[in-house]
């Protein structure tokens, strides 16, 4: 494979997110309207929004949680973008980061200058049992919901694997749930205001209030084996591991490298973006790791010049606990096995580890509004990259990043590498 | 035999004859389940069907509790859970099935590798369209023997 090169260099000059949560009676082009503002006050000397050339938004399930198909086109319209050319872009999970991709390629091939890319996702309108259904058909619906399988059950079979190959317990995947719950809380724009300590004293709490036998948990360990509070959604993998549904939307501006200091003094230049597909479970020789993040991963090292060694913090895909044992060794960071495993509890992923792990709280705890979550990864690292995620800043200079971003359980991925000069 | 398009509904009117059917390479032999029209390993198109033996062994798995509507119609649920995984048959290649005959309430004591032989099953069909969800067809599910 030759080494490919973009055209022109492009860089994320604001980036904006709505609120994540179950947002009752907000939809899709409204939440996409408060990110769109939030991205707007983030770009350092404004941006004139009849400059926006085009618009590219992530979705995947407007059509069955809102019963509307192009919902990209009225986001477009919602932010007082029409005419400009809108493209919506479905790759289940993975939305948001394949428009940002499409944005990049489109200000690369010299057609833009200034481009609008982000995703929206509005989940909270089915009642669960649908929307397990909903979110299997980002699997392969003929081949894999065939089995029965939920889309836990998909991210279920391989944390089997991994277990049966590498020893991996169940301690070593609640160290993540904690881990991204403990930087959710630090996040305003969060799903989750609560640690797992805090869920876990709420109910000791709630129980003395009702005068119920008080539970006698040691610590959040303990209250995670506890399987009256955190049953088993899809064994090994119990409601704690899993993130939630989430309503959310969020953008990125990107402009043309030669441009970007128009807007601000420290533009974060994207040095790196692949992407790969991958096939069923049944299609893959191991069920130990996502091969299209590592092909994606191996795309944008090559094209940044960079090694897993030099980047300092990444946002990587924890919709299932698992998912970050296998995305931080998919991108290099760790080896498979004990070590990718253990890195959450032994602190090396922590705010003030060797390599933070989602600050942001990542899926888990942010949330996952899955057409939007890519754009919001990068929210984190804009964030982070000009030192304005406040309690949340890692106490490292976040020059050089990553995000990884799968789409279903690693149909796609996108891994894009950003670095602020 | 020939002559059934190399399609999932194929797939499906077989297993109701009790078949576990795949696609087969003429030109290089590569056997396919789920059953393709076009061969991944040289890229040619020149199929044929072919029956597979029906055994196998697990190569992971899930007990899965809160499952999709069909599966909690047909019944199952956190105290009920059903176990879901990824077949490897004696032929070499693989499919998605449900696994029947296994310790599903202790998922714990189901051991990855444990022989399986194919059975077939009567389930309505996952979809959110209302038009082919829950349409009655053969599954092809698997025993551990
Ligand atoms: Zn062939």
């Not at chain 1, 030669?258 to 533009?267: Q, R, S, W």
């Not at chain 2, 029956?51 to 992971?60: A, C, N, P, R, T």
């Not at chain 2, 069909?70 to 009920?80: K, S, V």
Request: net charge negative.
């Amino acid at each position: 494979m030759n080494k490919r090169k973009l055209g022109r260099g492009v860089a994320v000059v604001g980036a904006g997110m709505s609120k994540y949560g179950v947002r009752t009676g907000v939809s899709n082009r409204e939440m996409f309207v408060e990110a769109f503002k939030h991205m707007m006050a983030s770009v350092d000397r404004g941006v004139d929004p009849k400059d926006i050339e085009a618009n590219y938004v992530g979705c995947c399930g407007a059509w069955n949680w809102e019963s509307q198909a192009g919902i990209g086109k009225w986001c477009t319209d919602w932010a007082g973008l029409v005419p400009i050319p809108s493209t919506t872009v479905d790759n289940a999970c993975a939305s948001a980061s394949v428009a940002i991709r499409q944005g990049i390629i489109g200000i690369a091939s010299g057609l833009y200058d200034i481009v609008l890319a982000g995703g929206v996702e509005k989940m909270s309108t089915l009642p669960t049992n649908e929307t397990t259904l909903v979110l299997a058909t980002g699997a392969d619906m003929a081949w894999e919901t065939y089995a029965g399988f939920t889309f836990p059950g998909l991210y279920a079979t391989m944390a089997t694997a991994y277990m049966n190959e590498y020893g991996t317990t169940s301690e070593d995947l609640m160290a993540v749930a904690i881990k991204n719950h403990d930087n959710g809380v630090l996040n305003p724009m969060a799903q989750f205001g609560q640690t797992i300590r805090d869920v876990m004293n709420a109910r000791i709490a709630k129980a003395k209030e009702k005068g119920q036998p008080v539970p006698s948990w040691a610590d959040e360990m303990e209250f995670l084996h506890d399987s009256a509070f955190n049953p088993v959604v899809a064994w090994p993998l119990k409601l704690f591991d899993c993130c939630p549904i989430t309503d959310g939307a969020a953008c990125v501006l990107l402009v043309a490298e030669e441009i970007a200091k128009d807007f601000t003094d420290t533009p974060i230049y994207i040095i790196g973006t692949g992407q790969a597909s991958g096939g069923a479970l049944h299609d893959r020789e191991s069920l130990t790791s996502i091969p299209a993040a590592q092909i994606a991963a191996r795309q944008a090292y090559e094209m940044a010049g960079v090694s897993p060694q030099d980047i300092k913090i990444a946002e990587v895909h924890d919709c299932f606990t698992i998912a970050e044992v296998m995305a931080i060794s998919d991108i290099g960071f760790f080896k498979p096995g004990k070590e990718a495993a253990t890195a959450a509890a032994e602190g090396k992923t922590h705010r003030d580890g060797v390599k933070p792990i989602n600050t942001s709280g990542g899926l888990k705890s942010k949330g996952h509004p899955v057409g939007a979550t890519g754009a919001g990864m990068v929210v984190e690292i804009f964030e982070q990259m000009k030192g304005h995620a406040g309690p949340r800043q890692v106490p490292i200079d976040a020059n050089l990043t990553l995000t990884h971003n799968v789409g279903a359980h690693g149909t796609t991925v996108v891994v894009q590498i950003y670095e602020r000069r | 035999m020939d002559e059934m398009p190399f399609t999932a509904a194929s797939f499906d009117k077989f297993c109701s004859e009790k078949k576990l059917m795949a696609s087969r390479c003429k030109k290089c032999g590569a056997i396919w389940l789920p059953p393709r029209p076009l061969c991944l390993k040289c890229k040619g198109g020149d199929m044929e069907w072919v029956e597979l033996k029906g055994k196998g062994k697990i190569v992971s798995f899930t007990a899965i509790g809160v499952g999709a509507p069909t599966m909690i119609e047909a019944g199952y649920d956190r105290q009920h859970p059903y176990c879901a995984g990824v077949i490897e048959l004696e032929e070499g290649c693989r499919m998605n099935a449900q696994i029947v005959g296994v310790d599903v309430e202790h998922p714990e004591n189901i051991k990855i590798g444990t022989p399986v032989t194919v059975d077939f099953l009567e389930r309505g069909s996952f979809s959110l369209v209302p038009a082919i969800a829950n349409v009655n067809k053969t599954y092809a599910i698997f025993r551990a023997s």
